[in-house]
């Protein structure tokens, strides 16, 4: 099992292009998240979803869309990069339900807007 | 907004020593977990405690949850140079709550273990 994989691992872009991130899970689970971090300030949620088909805004939303069209894919976008929006992204996945459940995290990617 | 606050920020020690990071939140929670990440990588599960729990083992790993202060432990024995990584704590709301499947995480404490 490759477990949770992120698509790319590093990118710069240039302020006001766009992207798309790529999480991908092999483990079934309803729930996937993705999450930013920047130095100091932890792991902060920006849009989450709770099956195929659906998803909600976290903490973080402005300047980022997702979709779930398939289980095991979650895909961040980012319309109009700016250098706000420079830091580390994070996909994580955990098994549905109202229970006390672990995430499990990719390795990360670095994007960079300048 | 952050739940969980650890301390300290950062902590240094020589292997063998034991490290010890706590965790402090504000509101109810369901469930608190500690993740570690080494550098450059992504977060790595290392434990879970319910609400109606004390205290937990898990190898060189002791986790202590006090409700009433809203505070938990962290505590590695015998630590080694591989432990050498940030540590993050993360709360899990009421599971009657909305987005109770959510986790909220806090900033972390950077633990250096000198060979």
């Known amino acids: 099992n490759a477990g949770v994989t992120q698509t790319p691992k590093f990118r710069v872009l240039k302020t006001g292009q766009s992207m798309t991130l790529l999480c991908a899970q092999d483990?079934?689970?309803?729930?996937m998240y993705w999450y930013r971090q920047d130095p100091g300030m932890g792991l902060r949620l920006i849009h989450y979803?709770?099956?195929?088909?659906?998803?909600a805004k976290g903490e973080v939303p402005d300047g980022y869309n997702v979709s779930r069209l398939k289980k095991q894919n979650f895909l961040l976008g980012l319309e109009s990069a700016a250098p706000s929006q420079t830091s580390v992204y994070f996909c994580?996945?955990?098994?549905?339900?109202?229970?006390?459940?672990?995430?499990?995290f990719g390795p990360g990617t670095r994007l960079t807007v300048t | 907004s952050q739940q969980g606050e650890e301390d300290p920020q950062a902590l240094s020690i020589q292997e063998g020593e034991n490290a010890t990071m706590n965790c402090s939140y504000k509101?109810?929670?369901?469930?608190l977990q500690w993740y570690r990440q080494n550098s450059g990588r992504g977060l790595v599960h290392l434990i879970l405690?319910?609400?109606?729990?004390r205290e937990k083992h898990s190898g060189r790993l002791r986790v202590t949850l006090d409700t009433s202060k809203k505070s938990s432990s962290l505590l590695i024995t015998a630590s080694r140079a591989a432990d050498t990584a940030s540590y993050f704590c993360?709360?899990?709301?009421?599971?009657?709550?909305?987005?109770?499947?959510?986790?909220?995480f806090g900033k972390g404490t950077k633990l250096s273990v000198i060979p």
């Open positions: 509101t109810s929670i369901n469930n």
């Open positions: 993360a709360t899990g709301p009421p599971r009657s709550g909305a987005g109770s499947y959510q986790l909220t």
């Open positions: 483990m079934n689970h309803e729930y």
């Open positions: 979803s709770v099956g195929e088909g659906t998803t």
């Open positions: 405690i319910r609400s109606n729990e």
């Open positions: 994580a996945s955990s098994p549905a339900g109202q229970g006390a459940y672990e995430q499990y």
